[in-house]
C-alpha cells in the first residue's frame, strides 16, 4: 500500500438488518468525529467502508465486486480511495479479504468498529488493518455520544447469539450472547430523548435473552428494562426486535398488557411450521408451542400485530412440510413478515446436510408463502381503517404537504395536515394498501 492523503469525505454503504443500519451510523458519527464530512450524493468519497452482511445469498463476492467498482470509479474521478470492509463479511472472512483485494485497506468486525479511526491513522501512513476481536462492551464505552438524533431511534441492548440455528451464521459473526448494562441503557435512553428521540426500538439478535442488574441489584430481563425505560419521561413509545421463542418469559408478557408505552406489535420469527423441519433447523420450538405462546401474547395485549420471519426450501423441506408453513401462517394472520430461500451458509451445519432443495423449487414455495402473506399484510392494514391511533410524525411525504409516520402497529401512515417530525399526532385510518394506510388528522392533535 502506498501512503494516502487524509480522507476529507466518507460513504458508508450498509446491507442487511437494523443492526447493521444502527453500527453504520455509528460509524458515521465517528468519522464525523475525525473531521470527515460525508460524501455529497453523486461524489467519489475519499473513504468507502462497506457494511457488509453474511446472512443470505453470496455475500462475500457481492464485497468483492462492490470493491472492484469503487475503486474502478475512484480511478475515473482521479483519486484512489481508501477502502474498509466492515460487518459480519469482515467478521467470517476478514483474512481472505485482506489477501484478495490489495484495494482494501482496513477490515473491521462488527465489535472493534470503534477502532475505525485508529486504523485509519495506520492507512493513510500506507499500513494495513485488520480488527475482529470481539470486546463488545468496550466498543458502546468507546463510542461518541448521540447529535443527530430521529423521532425513532434505535439502541442496541444486546449483541450476538447462543442458538446455532442450524442454518445461521450469526453465532458464528456476531460471536456469544453480551448484553450492555441497564444502568448505560437507562442513562442513553435518557440522553436519546434529550436529544429529541420520541420512540426507542431496542435491538439485538436476541433480546429477549437480555438480561441485566437494576439499580437495586436485582436481576431483571427484557420485561423489567421495558417497565424501567417505561419510566423516562418524554419517552412515548418502545419497540423491541429480534426475539426467539425459547426466551420469551411471563414478565414480558404481561409487560404487554401492562406497559402502555410498549407498542402492540411483536416480531417473533417461527421459520417454519413443520416440526420435523424445526428440529433439524434446531430451533427449540415446535409449531404448537409457538402458536401457544402467541396466545398468551395476544391474551395480554388483544390488539397486539404479529410479525415473523420465514425459510423456505431448508433441506429436506418436502411438499407437505412447506404446507404445515402455509397452514401455520393461515392460522396466525400476521400483520407483516419476512420470508427467505434457504441460502447455505458455509460452517454452518445445515450447509452440508443432504437434499439440498432445487433453486425453482424455493422460488415457487417462496412465491405461494409471500402470496399468503401479502394476503394477510393488506387484511391487517384493511382491518384498521376505522381506527383512530397516535402516529409518530417521522418524514415528508413524496407529496406536497404529505407527512409519514407509524401506528401504533408499525403500519406506515401518510396524512396531511400542520405538523412536524417527531410530533405525536392523533389520526383517522381511513383508507389501506398493501405497505401503507391513509389517515386524517384530527384537530386539534391530542398528543
Ligand atoms: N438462509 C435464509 N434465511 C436465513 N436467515 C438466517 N439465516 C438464513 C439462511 N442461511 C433468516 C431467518 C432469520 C432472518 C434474520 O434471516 O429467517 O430470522
Ligand atoms: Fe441466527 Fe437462530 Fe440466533 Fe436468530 S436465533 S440469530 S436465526 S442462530
Given at each position: 500500500m502506498?501512503?494516502?492523503?487524509?480522507?476529507?469525505?466518507?460513504?458508508?454503504?450498509?446491507?442487511?438488518?437494523?443492526?447493521?443500519?444502527?453500527?453504520?451510523?455509528?460509524?458515521?458519527?465517528?468519522?464525523?468525529?475525525?473531521?470527515?464530512?460525508?460524501?455529497?450524493?453523486?461524489?467519489e468519497a475519499d473513504l468507502v467502508v462497506l457494511n457488509t452482511c453474511h446472512i443470505r445469498e453470496k455475500a462475500a463476492e457481492k464485497?468483492?465486486?462492490?470493491?472492484?467498482?469503487?475503486t474502478k470509479r475512484g480511478r475515473k474521478a482521479g483519486k484512489e480511495p481508501l477502502i474498509a470492509v466492515a460487518g459480519c463479511v469482515a467478521q467470517a472472512e476478514g483474512e481472505e479479504i485482506m489477501a484478495r483485494a490489495p484495494a482494501v485497506s482496513m477490515v473491521v468486525g462488527p465489535q472493534a468498529y470503534h477502532r475505525l479511526p485508529d486504523m485509519l491513522a495506520k492507512a493513510v501512513r500506507g499500513e494495513r488493518a485488520s480488527d475482529t476481536d470481539m470486546p463488545a462492551i468496550a466498543k458502546f464505552a468507546a463510542l461518541p455520544q448521540r447529535k443527530r438524533i430521529n423521532p425513532a431511534a434505535f439502541v442496541t441492548i444486546q449483541e450476538g447469539c447462543d442458538k446455532f440455528c442450524t442454518?445461521?451464521?450469526?453465532?458464528?459473526?456476531?460471536?456469544?450472547?453480551?448484553?450492555?448494562?441497564?444502568?448505560?441503557?437507562v442513562s442513553e435512553a435518557r440522553k436519546l430523548v434529550e436529544a429529541g428521540a420520541k420512540e426507542i426500538t431496542l435491538l439485538g439478535q436476541n433480546v429477549?435473552?437480555?438480561?441485566?442488574?437494576?439499580?437495586?441489584?436485582?436481576?431483571?430481563?427484557?420485561?423489567?428494562?421495558?417497565?424501567?425505560?417505561?419510566?423516562?419521561?418524554?419517552?412515548?413509545?418502545?419497540?423491541?426486535?429480534?426475539?426467539?421463542?425459547?426466551?420469551?418469559?411471563?414478565?414480558?408478557?404481561?409487560?404487554?398488557?401492562?406497559?402502555?408505552?410498549?407498542?402492540?406489535?411483536l416480531h417473533l420469527p417461527v421459520q417454519s411450521g413443520s416440526d420435523r423441519v424445526l428440529k433439524a433447523m434446531n430451533r427449540s420450538h415446535t409449531a404448537e408451542s409457538y402458536l401457544k405462546l402467541l396466545d398468551r401474547f395476544r391474551a395480554a395485549r388483544p390488539d397486539l400485530a404479529l410479525s415473523g420471519d420465514f425459510i423456505v426450501g431448508f433441506p429436506g423441506e418436502s411438499e407437505a412440510e412447506f404446507a404445515d408453513t402455509l397452514a401455520l401462517v393461515e392460522s396466525v394472520g400476521y400483520a407483516q413478515a419476512f420470508s427467505f430461500k434457504y441460502s447455505p451458509r458455509p460452517g454452518t451445519p445445515a450447509a452440508t446436510m443432504d437434499d439440498q432443495i432445487a433453486p425453482e423449487v424455493m422460488d415457487e414455495r417462496l412465491q405461494r408463502?409471500?402470496?399468503?402473506?401479502?394476503?394477510?399484510q393488506l387484511a391487517f392494514n384493511e382491518a384498521s381503517v376505522g381506527e383512530r391511533c397516535e402516529v409518530l410524525v417521522?418524514?415528508?411525504?413524496?407529496?406536497?404537504?404529505q407527512w409519514l409516520g407509524k401506528s401504533p402497529w408499525l403500519q406506515s401512515v401518510h396524512f396531511t395536515g400542520d405538523v412536524g417530525i417527531g410530533d405525536l399526532v392523533t389520526v383517522d385510518l381511513?383508507?389501506?394498501?398493501?405497505?401503507?394506510?391513509?389517515?386524517?388528522?384530527?384537530e386539534p392533535a391530542i398528543a
Amino acid at each position: 500500500m502506498t501512503q494516502a492523503k487524509s480522507p476529507k469525505t466518507f460513504r458508508v454503504k450498509s446491507f442487511g438488518c437494523q443492526m447493521n443500519v444502527y453500527d453504520g451510523e455509528r460509524m458515521a458519527e465517528l468519522l464525523g468525529e475525525q473531521g470527515i464530512a460525508p460524501a455529497a450524493e453523486g461524489e467519489e468519497a475519499d473513504l468507502v467502508v462497506l457494511n457488509t452482511c453474511h446472512i443470505r445469498e453470496k455475500a462475500a463476492e457481492k464485497v468483492y465486486s462492490d470493491i472492484g467498482r469503487i475503486t474502478k470509479r475512484g480511478r475515473k474521478a482521479g483519486k484512489e480511495p481508501l477502502i474498509a470492509v466492515a460487518g459480519c463479511v469482515a467478521q467470517a472472512e476478514g483474512e481472505e479479504i485482506m489477501a484478495r483485494a490489495p484495494a482494501v485497506s482496513m477490515v473491521v468486525g462488527p465489535q472493534a468498529y470503534h477502532r475505525l479511526p485508529d486504523m485509519l491513522a495506520k492507512a493513510v501512513r500506507g499500513e494495513r488493518a485488520s480488527d475482529t476481536d470481539m470486546p463488545a462492551i468496550a466498543k458502546f464505552a468507546a463510542l461518541p455520544q448521540r447529535k443527530r438524533i430521529n423521532p425513532a431511534a434505535f439502541v442496541t441492548i444486546q449483541e450476538g447469539c447462543d442458538k446455532f440455528c442450524t442454518y445461521c451464521v450469526v453465532p458464528y459473526t456476531r460471536g456469544a450472547e453480551i448484553s450492555r448494562p441497564y444502568s448505560d441503557l437507562v442513562s442513553e435512553a435518557r440522553k436519546l430523548v434529550e436529544a429529541g428521540a420520541k420512540e426507542i426500538t431496542l435491538l439485538g439478535q436476541n433480546v429477549s435473552a437480555w438480561s441485566g442488574e437494576n439499580e437495586a441489584g436485582r436481576s431483571v430481563g427484557l420485561g423489567g428494562l421495558i417497565r424501567a425505560l417505561a419510566k423516562v419521561d418524554g419517552l412515548a413509545r418502545i419497540r423491541y426486535t429480534t426475539s426467539h421463542p425459547a426466551d420469551m418469559d411471563d414478565d414480558l408478557i404481561a409487560a404487554h398488557g401492562e406497559v402502555d408505552k410498549l407498542m402492540p406489535y411483536l416480531h417473533l420469527p417461527v421459520q417454519s411450521g413443520s416440526d420435523r423441519v424445526l428440529k433439524a433447523m434446531n430451533r427449540s420450538h415446535t409449531a404448537e408451542s409457538y402458536l401457544k405462546l402467541l396466545d398468551r401474547f395476544r391474551a395480554a395485549r388483544p390488539d397486539l400485530a404479529l410479525s415473523g420471519d420465514f425459510i423456505v426450501g431448508f433441506p429436506g423441506e418436502s411438499e407437505a412440510e412447506f404446507a404445515d408453513t402455509l397452514a401455520l401462517v393461515e392460522s396466525v394472520g400476521y400483520a407483516q413478515a419476512f420470508s427467505f430461500k434457504y441460502s447455505p451458509r458455509p460452517g454452518t451445519p445445515a450447509a452440508t446436510m443432504d437434499d439440498q432443495i432445487a433453486p425453482e423449487v424455493m422460488d415457487e414455495r417462496l412465491q405461494r408463502l409471500q402470496a399468503a402473506l401479502r394476503r394477510d399484510q393488506l387484511a391487517f392494514n384493511e382491518a384498521s381503517v376505522g381506527e383512530r391511533c397516535e402516529v409518530l410524525v417521522e418524514r415528508r411525504g413524496k407529496l406536497d404537504g404529505q407527512w409519514l409516520g407509524k401506528s401504533p402497529w408499525l403500519q406506515s401512515v401518510h396524512f396531511t395536515g400542520d405538523v412536524g417530525i417527531g410530533d405525536l399526532v392523533t389520526v383517522d385510518l381511513a383508507s389501506a394498501g398493501p405497505q401503507s394506510l391513509g389517515g386524517v388528522l384530527c384537530e386539534p392533535a391530542i398528543a
